[in-house]
């Protein structure tokens, strides 16, 4: 339940008219912030709270492949693969799989990710989340991530990538870094200290990015907008059970489905994450 009604209202990355360097911008700059860790309010990142979320909840990893939808540029994908294979190399089980995809996929910035870590490949071509089949072999299990991906979908949408997954893949598991409530707005001003400091770690040597975040300040005002607007778009685990019911999926009594809020720097952030696994894939 959230006090807050939903609104899907347009994140200035989303549009069509946005550079492509502010939109690169906005993707590095989320997958920073998966990857930020500020001891000793935060011991883990939220990547790593997501990574326990899903060794909790997938005892059998080494048969997995993660299909990441909506990459983006590399987004957390490349943290998990390297957290849980670790774990699963101490278990001396086989490594879990990742699978990058977007409907504008990234090409070169993913080849030199899988260059770096061989158990991560990608798809070339554009994936439609709403209508795409069984995307790896039947010999291994497939699971579909929306890794803070599914609030960019208005319900018309939404719908079709949830039966999509029900009909296609073995489970699917949406992760969200906010949430309608008074504790993500409070991370809006945050937002504006990242962004800077997002610039100062990557881009301190141009003078484009130092210009567009310290002197005419657009891109931390394009994090706190779209962070807004992300807010406002979060579903509340009821409103996704919803979704789920409206696929009319065939075989929909065979799954089960989870959710839950992982804590990772109180009161403001949180891992909000719902799934669904079919019955057979346990």
């Given amino acids: 339940m959230s006090f807050l009604p939903r609104l899907h209202l347009f994140e200035i990355a989303d549009q069509p008219w946005c550079p492509d360097k502010a939109i690169e911008y906005a993707q590095l700059c989320l997958t920073h912030c998966w990857n930020l860790r500020l001891p000793p309010v935060a011991k883990a990142s939220s990547a790593e709270v997501?990574?326990?979320v899903l060794a909790d909840n997938f005892p059998d990893l080494s048969s997995f492949t993660f299909v990441d939808l909506g990459s983006g540029a590399g987004g957390p994908s490349a943290t998990f693969e390297r957290l849980l294979n670790a774990r699963l190399r101490a278990q001396h089980l086989p490594p879990a799989q990742f699978l990058l995809t977007d409907l504008n996929p990234?090409?070169?910035?993913w080849a030199t990710l899988t260059k770096q870590q061989e158990n991560i490949s990608y798809i070339s071509e554009p994936v439609d989340a709403s209508r795409c089949g069984r995307l790896i072999p039947q010999n291994r299990k497939e699971c579909r991530m929306f890794n803070v991906a599914f609030h960019h979908f208005d319900d018309p949408l939404a719908v079709p990538m949830l039966?999509?997954?029900?009909e296609s893949?073995?489970?699917?598991?949406i992760f969200e870094l906010t949430a309608r409530d008074l504790s993500s707005m409070l991370i809006l001003p945050g937002l504006i200290l990242i962004a800077c400091q997002y610039t100062l770690l990557r881009f301190w040597r141009s003078p484009l990015h130092l210009?567009?975040?310290?002197?005419?300040?657009?891109a931390p005002l394009l994090m706190v907008f779209d962070g807004f607007v992300s807010i406002m778009r979060c579903r509340t685990s009821d409103e996704l059970h919803d979704l789920v019911r409206r696929?009319?999926?065939?075989?929909?009594?065979?799954?089960e489905f989870r959710s839950g809020k992982s804590p990772v720097m109180y009161p403001t952030?949180?891992?909000h994450w719902f799934m669904?696994?079919?019955k057979t894939a346990k």
Avoid: M, Q
């Fill in 50 to 52: 997501a990574c326990e």
């Fill in 106 to 109: 990234h090409p070169r910035e």
């Fill in 269 to 271: 952030t949180n891992v």
């Fill in 163 to 166: 039966r999509s997954a029900v």
């Fill in 211 to 218: 210009l567009f975040t310290f002197v005419v300040p657009l």
């Fill in 247 to 255: 696929t009319d999926a065939p075989g929909l009594e065979n799954w």
């Fill in 169 to 173: 893949a073995d489970a699917f598991i």
């Fill in 276 to 278: 669904g696994v079919k």
